[in-house]
């Protein structure tokens, strides 16, 4: 079958969120051909290039989401009134949404079909004229949102908004927005895929959403990370008003409603990203939990010969990911401080970049001034001057060659997060057959499975315990080193992600029918043009698609398209 795979920020390029898990998907589903359909963030992903693709992909067609030039579509009178009628449904069904997480019920009922609605016809009037680029930042589209915060029954916090709040937030729907006016959605694009999967919610599903809307195809969308639980966290850093950061809330919420309701099937990465959904609309009958496949052979070597006591350094604590303010560190030197006077030859190994932009740079050298000032050089004793008992570390230098000898090098592994999605370094630490230490964030639980210690988060004093007990207990470490070892293997690894996937690519193929016209020369429906077999790759019919329409601009930069792909052949 052909797989419409959508992204946004990630595959193909080289740099981006969920790349690495796409291409192991692609990779390994050699038996079905990929059409990817990639949405960009900044001029600077694009530089980096494309991955270098397999033979199964297609083509591909890219799009800006971080800049759009106008589009040079001017709106006629009555265009200009579907665009205002549209728009202002659109507003003000964002405006009088609840929202999802303040105890009421999530979005749903009217005003998800009123908000549904507006969305689809706007993406007909961008279809009909070319694109609503200058439609949507005009002041006819802050005028409607204005009027849906002084609407009746609006929310509170909506109604307060002044001019420059209904700038940012139009602007804001301006971009979300962008993927409507793309040419992605005629016979030769997305209309004629089996399966639409979109990577992640929000905006890369938007595309599915137009092409089931259009052309009937049906989707799939995957979540590891939930887009609004993502924008949530990332609205509280933001210097924006209450009444921005409601109505925003309020838009993402509605888009995340009606991707989980016009979904075939949804699968989160994770039972935490699971209860998010459901939470924010998503059918528990559509929820298929698919745990994310990760690369077991690299921690095979580390995994197979780990004893929980002889090969490690049964005095070494090791903590490996990024360092930034949501993994806790300091907590963790404060609790290191209490475990050293219990066992004063234990050692802390962190092994990590710091987060991109200053902020990750400024929480490193926050957290290395914390670790001399709690432990300072001592002439005496069991270190000597200068060698102090916590190291900063990264993966490829001498001292730690690769991730798999990071894990080799300790006894136990800690995570000490107060925020976390699913935890890919208790992952790689299972594999590596090691004991852990972990709090009580977001999927911590459900991947540990009572192979390891988990204790409450911001909670020095617990962590502190549980590290004690695994320092002091060899035949323990072992016990559930081996016992995690065994459970990632059979939960978590790229094999298992890649069969759930063929079998979820089946069954939603096989309860949707193909809907493809076919015509013979003369213009005239052609019978039983498109066989069954329209689904398995190969040239099953010569007969021709039925164009369904004019080629369209896309909006920002022209979409940049390769069809078909040399095999292997990348940017």
Not at 166 to 193: C, F, K, N, Q, T
Request: hydrophobic fraction near 45%.
């Amino acid at each position: 079958m052909r797989i419409g795979l959508l992204t946004e920020g990630g595959y193909p390029y080289v740099s981006g969120d969920a790349g690495l898990w796409c291409d192991r998907l692609v990779r390994g589903l050699g038996q079905h051909e990929f059409d990817i359909y990639a949405l960009s963030r900044s001029e600077r992903q694009e530089d980096e290039g494309w991955v270098r693709l397999p033979p199964q992909v297609s083509r591909v067609r890219t799009a800006p989401l971080w800049m759009a030039e106008d589009d040079g579509v001017v709106l006629g009178r009555r265009a200009r009134r579907r665009f205002a009628e549209c728009f202002g449904e659109l507003a003000a069904a964002v405006c009088a949404a609840p929202a999802v997480l303040d105890g009421s019920e999530p979005s749903g009922g009217v005003e998800a079909d009123r908000f549904g609605s507006a969305l689809y016809g706007l993406a007909e009037l961008a279809r009909d004229e070319g694109g609503l680029v200058g439609a949507l930042r005009s002041e006819g589209a802050v005028r409607a949102l204005e009027r849906a915060c002084r609407a009746p029954g609006a929310l509170r916090a909506a109604r307060t908004a002044r001019v420059p709040d209904l700038l940012s937030v139009a602007a804001h729907i301006e971009r979300a927005l962008r993927p409507l006016s793309l040419d992605w959605y005629e016979a030769d694009g997305l209309g004629s895929v089996d399966l639409c999967h979109a990577a992640a919610g929000g905006e890369a599903a938007l595309p599915g959403l137009l092409a089931l809307h259009f052309a009937g195809v049906p989707l799939l969308v995957t979540e590891y990370g939930v887009q609004l639980r993502a924008h949530y966290l990332a609205s509280s850093t933001v210097e924006e008003s209450p009444a921005v950061r409601a109505l925003l809330a309020a838009f993402h919420g509605a888009l995340a409603a009606e991707v989980y309701r016009r979904a075939a099937l949804i699968t989160p990465g994770n039972t935490h990203a699971r209860r998010w959904q459901e939470r924010c609309g998503a059918d528990r009958a559509k929820l298929r939990t698919v745990y994310p496949g990760m690369e077991a052979a690299r921690f095979a070597e580390v995994g197979e010969r780990a004893d929980g006591s002889g090969c490690a350094d049964p005095d070494t604590l090791v903590w490996v990911g990024r360092i930034e303010p949501a993994k806790d560190l300091i907590s963790l030197l404060h609790s290191f401080a209490e475990i050293r006077k219990d066992a004063p030859k234990t050692r802390l190994r962190i092994v990590g970049a710091p987060a991109d932009g200053p902020e990750g740079a400024l929480y490193l050298a926050h957290c290395k001034a914390l670790a001399a000032q709690l432990f300072p050089d001592e002439a005496e004793g069991l270190h000597a001057v200068g060698d102090n008992p916590v190291s900063f570390e990264e993966t490829g230098g001498p001292e730690v060659p690769s991730l798999a000898e990071a894990y080799a090098s300790g006894a136990v592994v800690v995570l000490s997060s107060v925020v976390e999605g699913f935890p890919i370094s208790l992952v790689e630490a299972m594999f590596c057959g090691r004991a852990t230490v972990s709090t009580d964030v977001g999927a911590v639980v459900e991947v540990i499975g009572g192979t390891g210690l988990v204790v409450p988060p911001r909670n020095p004093r617990a962590l502190t315990e549980a590290c004690v007990a695994l320092l002091r207990d060899p035949e323990r470490r072992a016990r559930l080193g081996a016992a995690a070892r065994a459970r990632a293997l059979e939960l978590f690894t790229v094999e298992q992600n890649i069969a759930a996937f063929h079998g979820i690519y089946l069954e939603i193929v096989s309860r949707s029918p193909v809907r493809r016209f076919v015509v013979d020369d003369a213009g005239d429906p052609l019978p039983f043009g498109v066989p069954a077999e329209a689904h398995v790759l190969g040239r099953w019919t010569e007969a021709r698609l039925m164009a369904t329409g004019r080629p369209r601009w896309a909006a920002g930069a022209p979409v940049r398209a390769t069809a078909p792909l040399p095999a292997g052949e990348g940017a």
